[in-house]
């Protein structure tokens, strides 16, 4: 699964400490995410489009291989 996670952060102008701050994980969470090295739950997965106010299709998307 990929996803605009850096894309959005910097639209937002907010670094991978800040978005881990507000969404109760560490930055290497974000950080693992942001490689696609690490799937996040739905409860995150939600979080974060709730913070940055698009919808989870927006920010997270399946590839062909998924």
Do not use: C, W
């Not at 978005?19 to 995410?33: E, Y």
């Not at 997965?45 to 927006?58: G, H, N, Q, R, T």
Request: hydrophobic share 40%; aromatic share 6%.
């Amino acid at each position: 699964m990929k996803n605009s996670i850096k894309v959005q952060r910097a639209i937002h102008d907010m670094t991978q400490a800040d978005l881990a701050q507000a969404i109760g994980v560490s930055r290497q969470t974000i950080n693992a995410m942001e490689k696609n090295k690490y799937v996040p739950s739905t409860v995150l997965s939600l979080k974060i489009a709730k913070l940055f106010k698009k919808p989870l299709e927006e920010i997270f998307f399946l590839e062909e291989t998924d």
